[in-house]
């Protein structure tokens, strides 16, 4: 019975060493009892240096510090889970952020509901702050850029108002000068009834000369259809108009004219305005807003803008695609309806909670009907007069990031049950030479314990013999330039007892600091046995092959003597030797 405790302490203490994630537990003061060996690497020091050590050196600032305490004090004066997040900062001074789930161990038995210790996963989640923060910034960068284009064209609207207004006020002037035309600022003109021009004011005879033209050129102002205009006067045609307006360019200037005609006497009048600054202002606020469409438009990411009863307003073209509509054809429509297929808005819309406290909220939304999962933020928007409209709605497609999420898990599951398989060796080991977690196998091929290599007793250098240490140099510098070994190498390892272990090694790095790296160890002693044996046979063959050789070459040489023996004799050679035999 004491042996199955003994053997279930140790399988204990082995997942708990090569969980994932860091367990550690302190007392009140933030004292650390217990740490295992993945908490231990988050910080990049041994187990030994944490233990009866307070783990406040490990926070970079007094805000960090004070949050672990409140934190501390929380988790030990309650019975329920307990998180918060801090940044902590490991021996190389490198900052990285872990979320603390804490919960408190056995009560004191001394009258208080108070534990006397709290025990913690910490949790490395340096990546996801990272992607939130990138997010987060895509978010703020599209925001601004949607309320900077859109301020551009609230100033270009806001110029147009004035030159509506300022036009407005200039045709009142207009009107008040029109009996005096000689002292009007602005172009006037009279034609009689053949469309010759017989007068024109000071004001025509300046623009004239700004464009470079003589008073001959005054009939550059008239409207092109000026003779139909007359021929309806003169005809008295039901229907025509009293006056008209028209635009003519003259010299890169345009002017806006009104033409009147006055019976008494049978002439026309014509009052033209300088417009070109007012067209200018409209071409610009044209090009603002096209501009603004084409940048709405082209965004990958689904934009709404909503008004505070979920309506949509708008909607850019890769949100209109989601939704199998034209952008038009989504005006109007309640979100919840087009988006999610429901009658009222979910319990998670951002958007219900941006019309609630007029705040930006963010969530993560996973909705079938538009393909996937989606980070979601709603900015509150407000009107000319400051009073709340609604919220722009970005919904940013993460759903390959999940993917990939969901494949790294994967991928990390086959590679723990090839790493617990136990089918070749797996080390895990750092450029300091250290063997910083080895599997049953590894351990196994070298003869030892997994505490000898928790206690730092093994070092990849230590134990590869100093003729395969020029093995090793190439192996690191192939890993520094690509990252892998291409193909796996053969060295040999020192065992504990000093005895060798021939294997076949492979490694491949895991940081782009190139400190951190993973080889695969394969036992090539039964290989190397039978290649032994080969050779032998091969040596045995080739001493067979020589005998023999050498027999048949003798009694080749026998023969020729015989055979010189019966000539000397007069008798007819008894062996015949061929060229064969010679060779």
């Known amino acids: 019975m004491l042996e199955e405790l003994e053997v279930s302490r140790t399988r204990y203490s082995e997942l708990y060493d090569s969980a994932p994630v860091g367990y550690m537990s302190f ?19 041994s187990r030994r240096h944490l233990l009866n050590k307070t783990f406040l050196p490990y926070m970079p600032d ?5 949050l672990f305490s409140s934190h501390l004090r929380e988790a030990l004066g309650k019975q329920t889970l307990t998180s918060c997040e801090l940044v902590l900062k490991r021996k190389d001074g490198a900052n990285f952020h872990v979320r603390l789930e804490s919960s408190a ?8 509901e108070e534990a006397a210790e709290c025990r913690t996963a910490v949790i490395d989640i340096t990546d996801l702050v990272k992607r939130d923060l990138e997010l987060a910034g895509h978010r703020e960068h599209l925001e601004e850029l949607v309320i900077e284009k859109t301020a551009e064209l609230t100033r270009a609207n806001e ?3 004035q030159e509506i207004a300022v036009r407005k006020q200039a045709e009142k002037r207009e009107q008040h000068l029109a009996t005096f035309p000689l002292m009007n600022p602005s172009p006037v003109l009279e034609v009689d009834s053949s469309g010759k021009v017989i007068f024109f004011n000071p004001a025509t005879r300046e623009v004239l000369r700004e464009a470079g033209l003589d008073e001959n050129n005054a009939g550059a102002f008239l409207p092109p259809d000026l003779n139909r205009l007359l021929d309806e006067v003169a005809k008295k045609k039901k229907n025509r108009k009293d006056w008209y307006d028209y635009e003519v360019e003259v010299k890169d200037r345009f002017f806006g004219a009104a033409v009147y005609f006055i019976p008494i006497p049978k002439l026309t009048r014509i ?11 409209m071409a610009a606020l044209v090009r603002a807003k096209e501009e603004w469409e084409r940048t709405f438009d082209s965004v990958p990411d689904l934009i709404s803008i909503l008004d505070n009863r979920h309506r949509i307003i708008r909607v850019n073209q890769a949100m209109a695609r989601k939704l199998g509509l034209k952008p038009a054809e989504c005006i109007g429509l309640p979100c919840y309806v087009s988006v999610h297929g429901l009658s009222s808005p979910p319990d998670f819309c951002p958007h219900s909670k941006t019309v609630a406290d007029q705040c930006q909220h963010i969530e993560e939304v996973h909705e079938e009907r538009l393909g996937g999962d989606f980070i979601v933020s709603t900015t509150p928007m407000y009107d000319d007069r400051g009073q709340f409209a609604g919220s722009v709605h970005v919904a940013h497609d993460i759903t390959e990031r999940k993917k990939a999420e969901e494949a790294l898990r994967k991928s990390e599951e086959r590679l723990r049950r090839f790493y617990e398989a136990g089918l070749v060796g ?18 196994e091929m070298l003869g030892y314990t997994r505490q000898e290599m928790l206690s730092g007793g093994i070092d990849w250098v230590g134990i590869t013999p100093i003729e395969h240490r020029q093995l090793d140099k190439r192996s690191v510098e192939e890993l520094m330039t690509t990252g892998v070994n291409a193909i796996p190498f053969e060295k040999e390892y020192i065992r504990k007892d000093g ?6 090694v492979a490694g491949a790095m895991l940081d782009e600091a190139r400190n951190n790296g993973v080889a695969f160890v394969l036992d090539i002693t039964e290989r190397k046995k039978t290649e032994e044996e080969i050779r032998r046979h091969i040596e045995e063959l080739e001493r067979f092959n020589r005998a023999a050789v050498g027999r048949e070459l003798r009694m080749i040489e026998l023969k020729k003597e015989i055979n010189e023996l019966r000539k000397k004799t007069g008798e007819k050679p008894l062996y015949r030797i061929d060229f064969k035999e010679e060779a």
């Open 499 to 504: 005895s060798r272990i021939p294997v076949l």
């Open 27 to 45: 007392n009140r003061d933030g004292v650390i009892l217990t740490a295992n060996l993945t908490a231990a690497a988050m910080l990049g020091v």
């Open 271 to 281: 009052y033209l305005r300088d417009i070109t600054k007012s067209r200018e202002a």
């Open 105 to 112: 161990g056995e009560t004191m038995d001394n009258g208080k």
């Open 159 to 161: 110029l147009l108002k």
């Open 426 to 443: 797996v080390i895990y080991w750092n450029m300091d030479g250290f063997i910083t977690d080895a599997n049953d196998k590894f351990l």
């Open 62 to 66: 007094t805000a960090n510090r004070t």
